[in-house]
């Protein structure tokens, strides 16, 4: 599986950006069964989940971004979309987008593929 994640760039504190990753290299409908989600990486920072959407829909989001980011798919597609809304500075991190066969946690450890991120710099 390929993962292409693009929409990153400059923003102000408490501006939007909304990120997109295309996934390639299996079928729609195999595809659409994948487990799709995002990471983050801050300079010194561990890399750390930011959210995560299961193929019935079901989410999860890291308790920083809950009610300012909305994860969502479009199986039609093959893309998963990352609306973040009221970015702060120390939101400023390179966002990964991350897909697998099926759900087994919140781990980075837990996703086979990876996109090649996306800069997201907030400026306060």
């Known amino acids: 599986v390929q993962l292409q994640a693009s929409g990153g760039g400059l923003v102000q504190a408490g501006g939007s950006l909304r990120l997109s990753c295309v996934a390639s290299g299996r079928t729609l409908s195999t595809l659409s069964s994948y487990v799709m989600g995002w990471f983050r990486q801050a300079p010194g920072k561990e890399r750390e989940v930011v959210a995560i959407m299961l193929s019935g829909g079901s989410t999860y989001y890291a308790d920083p971004v809950k009610g300012r980011f909305t994860i969502s798919r479009d199986n039609a597609k093959n893309t998963v979309y990352l609306q973040m809304n009221s970015l702060k500075p120390d939101e400023t991190a390179v966002y990964y987008c991350?897909?697998?066969?099926?759900?087994?946690?919140?781990?980075?450890?837990?996703?086979?593929?990876w996109g090649q991120g996306t800069l997201v710099t907030v400026s306060s």
């Open positions: 991350v897909a697998d066969r099926s759900y087994s946690g919140i781990s980075s450890y837990e996703y086979d593929y």
